[in-house]
């Protein structure tokens, strides 16, 4: 099975902190994803990756960039936290080859006061 | 710019009751299509895929979706709800983005209660 990963279920941090967000799969997937889940507006990609030390710019990129520099890990940075970032955030992994879905971490639940 | 639509936000049914849920998607090729299911502090499972041929496809925990080009909708069906199926259920349209990769575009959610 695939596993995906993420670091924490529930963190909190304050206003203007830089905060990091951790993603590892083990499946050798080249395909990483960071999506955002809020009430009322389903899940929106932040930022993905086709593979190491690649990255794109997904529908909400603003406040966040990312990293990936080794193949099973995609984190999710947050360089100066603010208020309207407290959010789900689920990361995602897929295989490059062809129909094969995504695959979720069960999500960090971050509080930003 | 693609986009999904499900109509319903919230769904009650009774236990051993038929279920379907809608979704309907904007896309100008072929999609690939997607139904996940998110029960609560969980992240999303796959239910099912489409990707191309069968338009009626079988997934896990006895649901199934049939892909209708003609009405661009991908609607979710079981024959008989049992509690444990309470959870929110995502559909999505994966539209390719090069390199060959794709990205998920969701439905906002329809959050499914079970009365017993």
């Known amino acids: 099975d695939v596993k995906v990963t993420q670091s924490s279920r529930y963190l909190v941090k304050r206003t203007g902190e830089k905060v990091f967000l951790e993603c590892v799969q083990d499946m050798d997937h080249e395909n990483m994803f960071w999506y955002r889940q809020d009430p009322g507006l389903g899940l929106r990609l932040i930022y993905f990756?086709?593979?190491?030390?690649?990255?794109e710019k997904g529908d909400i990129p603003e406040g966040y960039s990312v990293s990936r520099e080794k193949k099973e890990r995609f984190s999710l940075i947050l360089e100066s936290a603010s208020t309207n970032q407290t959010s789900m955030y689920l990361c995602?992994?897929?295989?490059?080859?062809?129909?094969?879905?995504?695959?979720f971490g069960d999500g960090t639940r971050l509080s930003i006061l | 710019a693609q986009s999904v639509t499900q109509p319903d936000i919230h769904i009650t049914v009774s236990e051993g009751a038929s279920l379907e849920l809608r979704c309907n998607y904007s896309y100008g090729a072929t999609p690939y299509l997607f139904w996940y299911v998110q029960s609560p502090g969980q992240g999303l499972q796959l239910l099912l895929k489409?990707?191309?041929?069968?338009?009626l496809v079988q997934g896990i925990k006895g649901f199934e979706a049939e892909f209708k080009r003609s009405q661009s909708s991908f609607n979710l069906r079981k024959p008989s709800v049992h509690w444990s199926d309470a959870a929110e259920y995502f559909c999505?349209?994966?539209?390719?983005?090069?390199?060959?990769?794709?990205?998920?575009?969701f439905g906002k959610g329809t959050k499914l209660s079970v009365i017993p």
């Open positions: 995602a992994s897929r295989p490059l080859r062809r129909n094969q879905p995504q695959h």
């Open positions: 489409y990707f191309s041929g069968d338009t």
């Open positions: 990756s086709y593979d190491v030390k690649m990255k």
């Open positions: 999505a349209v994966g539209t390719y983005s090069g390199a060959g990769s794709y990205q998920l575009t």
